[in-house]
C-alpha cells in the first residue's frame, strides 16, 4: 500500500518537475548549477531518495514501532521481571543495529551521501563529464591540451571524495564490530536476567526464555526500521532541491496567454533600436545600442566574426533573452505584446 501511495506521489512529482524544467526561460539553463548533468541528477538521484522517503522508509518504520510495542507486551505476558531488566539492556543492541544499517545506507553506491560535500563533489564531476560529452567536437579540436587539463578537473572533484570514503571506512570497521559484539552481549545479558530470574523468582523456564527471544527479535526490528532516519534527511535535502525548481516561477512561460496579445504578425518589419543586452550569466554587454531596421519581406544575412553576435540578435527577435534597455518592434508593436507561441512559429 505504502509503496503504491509513494510511487503515485513520485510520478505526479516526477511529471511537475519535468514541466517545471521544461517551462523555465531560457537564461534559466545558462546558470552552472542548471548544467544537463546537474538537472539530469535531480531528475535521477534525487528522485529516487524522495522516493525511498515516501515508499520504505514509512512502512518500515510502522513496521518497526508496531513490532516493538508488541513484543514488550508479549514478553511482559511470559516474564515482566525478565521483561523489564532485558529492555533495559535493549539500547546496546539497539545502537549496535542502528549503527551498522547506517553503514550499509552509506555504502549503497553514493545514495547515503545526499546533501553533502561529497555529494556536491559527485555532482560537479558529473556536470563536467556530460558536458563534455555533449560538446565533444569542441573538447576535441582544441587538442591534448584541453583534455588532459579536463581530466585533471574531472580528477579533482574526485579527491574530496575518496578521502572522505577512507575515513568512513575506519568509522565502518568499528561500528561493524561493535554491532557484531553487540549482538552476543545482548542475548547473553538477556539470558543472565533470565537465570538470574529462574533462579531468585519463581518463574517457569520456558517463559523467561519466551520473554528474552521476544525482546531481542524486537530490538533487532526497531534498530533496522530507525536505521531509515538518515535516508529521511536525505530525502528532505532531495525535496528541498526539486520543490525549489518547481516552486520558481518562469519568467516568460510560453503557456501563459492573454487575450491581449498579438496572435498575427502583419508584415513583418522588425526594428532593433538602441538595444543593450548582455547574457544574465555574463558582466560584458554583446550588443552595445544596437539599432537597425530589417524591412517587410526581406531576406536579410548577418555577417561577423565568430561570437559578435549574429545568434544573439535572432535569440533576442524571439524572445528567449529580455533585453537590459532599448527595444525590438514588430511593424511598430513592442515584441512583449506579441503571443511567444505566434512570435516563435
Ligand atoms: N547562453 C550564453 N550565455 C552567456 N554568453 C553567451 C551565451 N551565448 C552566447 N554567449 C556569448 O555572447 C557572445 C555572442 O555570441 P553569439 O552566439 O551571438 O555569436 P555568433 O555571432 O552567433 O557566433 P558564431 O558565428 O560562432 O555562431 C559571445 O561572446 C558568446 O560567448
Ligand atoms: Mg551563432
Redesign the pocket.
Known sequence: MYGMAGEHLTTNVRKELMEGIIYKQLSWF?SETKAPGMLTNIMAEDMSALNGMTTETISVMVQGFLGMILSFVLALYFSWRTALFTLLCSPILMIGVFGMSRLQWGNKGGSGTHGTKEADDYSKANALLSDSIMNYKTVMSFGQKNINYLIERFNEHLVSPSQQRIKNAHKSGILFGYSQASRVIFVGLAFWIGSRMICNYDVKKADVFLAVFVLFSAGFGVGTSFSNLPSISKAKASAQKIFAIIDEKSTLDIREETPDQLTKIKAGKIEFTDVCFR?P??SKN?LNQFSMTIPANAKIALV?H???????ITNLILRFYELQSGSISIDGTKLNKYNIKALRR
Open positions: 545558462d547574457y550569466s555574463r554583446v561577423g565568430s561570437g559578435c553576435g549574429k545568434s544573439t
